[in-house]
């Protein structure tokens, strides 16, 4: 899950960007909480101790009127205590943006204060890229499918895969076929083959995850996944698939 938190000491302010933060994970029902929002950066810094190996995004007030630290300074203290932490500064002064390198915080990006409806989108766009190189990052490290359906991401653990499948009616487009659902995406069969070794094309329409075969009919010429489900063989297929699954 990707945790979001926000620094900034405008009440009004702060309640605006969680309003936009909370309506932004309703309507696209992704894996991301709101766990900090605050105009203390202790908060943020007790965070940081408690979850320091936790992927997060980090919304930074620049203009933190506090006693011991102000926003660039915050940024700095998250980014030197977590190198993958995503952060973005929220400011008035887009003339300060240049703090941001000179403190080598590596900002993801820059929000300034303009009308309700421009720190919405920007707001916005800083969490669904957030988002997406957090699903980037999880599928690196736990060999994950990345797909987008309709303009949501979603990814999809490799175990969890039965099988590809061109789709039947529209061209462009597959079905990929999980133990629990079937997702519709455009993208060419070609492109799913050599994703991970244990996917093979074994018919035209079909690239099946060799991991999740329960059975295999050689004259039928279909393999009977764990789920029930049945995936076409190819002929000339047939003995190299019989040589994976065993």
Same mark, same amino acid.
């Given at each position: 899950m990707l945790h979001i938190l926000i620094c900034e000491d405008n009440l009004?302010?702060?309640?605006?960007? =969680?309003? $936009? /933060? +909370?309506?932004?994970?309703? &309507?696209?029902?992704?894996?991301?909480?709101? /766990? /900090?929002? %605050? &105009? +203390?950066?202790?908060?943020?810094l007790n965070y940081l101790i408690e979850f320091p190996d936790k992927r997060a995004l980090y919304l930074l007030d620049v203009d933190l009127q506090?006693? %011991?630290?102000?926003?660039? =300074?915050l940024g700095a203290k998250v980014r030197e205590t977590?190198? !993958? &932490?995503? /952060? @973005?500064?929220? %400011?008035t002064h #887009?003339?300060? @943006? $240049?703090?941001? $390198?000179?403190?080598?915080?590596? @900002?993801?990006? $820059?929000?300034?204060? #303009?009308t309700p409806k421009e720190i919405e989108l920007s707001v916005i766009e800083c969490i669904s890229t957030a988002y997406r190189l957090y699903l980037e990052?999880? #599928? =690196?490290?736990?060999?994950?499918?990345?797909?987008?359906?309709?303009g949501e991401v979603i990814s999809v653990p490799h175990?969890?895969? !039965?099988?590809?499948?061109?789709?039947?009616q529209i061209s462009k487009r597959m079905i990929l076929h999980t133990k629990s659902s079937k997702l519709d995406f455009r993208e060419l069969i070609s492109n799913v083959i050599n994703l991970a070794p244990e996917f093979y094309h074994c018919h035209k329409s079909f690239v099946v995850n060799t991991n999740n075969i329960r059975a295999i009919?050689?004259?039928a010429r279909k393999a009977t996944m764990v789920d029930g489900s049945h995936v076409l063989i190819a002929t000339r297929k047939m003995p190299d698939l019989l040589k994976r699954v065993k």
């Amino acid at each position: 899950m990707l945790h979001i938190l926000i620094c900034e000491d405008n009440l009004e302010q702060r309640i605006q960007i =969680e309003n $936009y /933060v +909370n309506q932004y994970i309703a &309507a696209k029902n992704v894996d991301v909480k709101l /766990v /900090v929002s %605050t &105009a +203390n950066p202790t908060e943020i810094l007790n965070y940081l101790i408690e979850f320091p190996d936790k992927r997060a995004l980090y919304l930074l007030d620049v203009d933190l009127q506090h006693d %011991t630290l102000n926003g660039i =300074e915050l940024g700095a203290k998250v980014r030197e205590t977590d190198q !993958l &932490a995503k /952060v @973005a500064f929220i %400011t008035t002064h #887009s003339e300060l @943006a $240049y703090l941001t $390198y000179k403190h080598k915080i590596k @900002a993801m990006d $820059y929000i300034v204060k #303009s009308t309700p409806k421009e720190i919405e989108l920007s707001v916005i766009e800083c969490i669904s890229t957030a988002y997406r190189l957090y699903l980037e990052e999880q #599928s =690196e490290q736990m060999k994950c499918f990345t797909v987008n359906v309709f303009g949501e991401v979603i990814s999809v653990p490799h175990d969890d895969i !039965l099988f590809f499948e061109t789709h039947p009616q529209i061209s462009k487009r597959m079905i990929l076929h999980t133990k629990s659902s079937k997702l519709d995406f455009r993208e060419l069969i070609s492109n799913v083959i050599n994703l991970a070794p244990e996917f093979y094309h074994c018919h035209k329409s079909f690239v099946v995850n060799t991991n999740n075969i329960r059975a295999i009919d050689k004259v039928a010429r279909k393999a009977t996944m764990v789920d029930g489900s049945h995936v076409l063989i190819a002929t000339r297929k047939m003995p190299d698939l019989l040589k994976r699954v065993k």
